[in-house]
């Protein structure tokens, strides 16, 4: 059976797998994601499932500086051990969730931490431009609900598209972490400050301008 790419990323992000694994898996369960992360687990490749229950109070808090000191993230990462916290491969990946936070200015770790509030008016807004549009009403709300979750993978880190890597998103991430690493890994909190922020100044391209200190 034929499995679509959005299935394949569903349970890859859900899982840790790879992202072969996870078509195979698909397709051996007739695209059922229930079964096919079943059969992950039976083969020992759903890792990051098993271990996301798990807790995580030792990690480090990780900052990250732009050029110039115009941008400054702190960020808490959270693991099982102070052993895993103080590995060079915790600690690249921390230094790279503060550089995304840098580049990319999420609001929230996770869509559940948005206040329903902001979630319910910024509903109202993407109703009225879709019925400024001329959609039919009867279509609206599924529109929204598309809309809205363009909004989440926006704003929200775990479900922002990783800057060093556009083929997966941060919650992808972090689930390979806990496979190759072997614990549970959380990001709990960060803070971004921004050079001027609230005031009116120049608008630069910050994504830019970190990617370009990546690749040097």
């Known amino acids: 059976m034929a499995v679509d790419a959005k299935s394949v990323k569903e349970l890859r992000e859900k899982t840790g797998a790879g992202m072969l694994d996870c078509k195979k898996a698909l397709e051996e369960a007739n695209g059922d994601l229930t079964k096919a992360t079943e059969l992950l687990r039976e083969k020992g490749l759903a890792a990051a499932a098993n271990k996301a229950g798990r807790v995580a109070t030792e990690g480090v808090v990780e900052s990250y500086i732009h050029a110039g000191g115009r941008i400054g993230v702190l960020v808490e990462i959270n693991c099982e051990t102070d052993f895993v916290a103080k590995t060079d491969q915790f600690k690249d990946f921390a230094r790279d969730i503060a550089m995304h936070i840098a580049a990319m200015s999420p609001r929230y770790v996770r869509r559940e931490e948005v206040p329903q509030e902001e979630v319910e008016k910024e509903k109202e807004i993407l109703k009225a431009q879709a019925l400024n549009e001329g959609k039919p009403e009867k279509i609206v709300e599924k529109m929204v609900e598309g809309r809205i979750s363009k909004y989440y993978e926006e704003f929200c880190l775990l479900e922002q598209t990783f800057v060093k890597d556009p083929d997966k998103t941060i919650s992808a991430l972090v689930n390979e972490k806990i496979s190759a690493i072997g614990e549970n890994i959380s990001i709990r909190r960060f803070?971004?400050?921004?050079?001027?922020?609230?005031?009116?100044?120049?608008?630069?391209?910050?994504?830019?301008?970190?990617?370009?200190?990546?690749?040097?």
């Open 191 to 216: 803070a971004r400050y921004e050079l001027g922020e609230g005031m009116e100044k120049k608008v630069d391209n910050f994504v830019e301008e970190v990617m370009s200190q990546v690749r040097q």
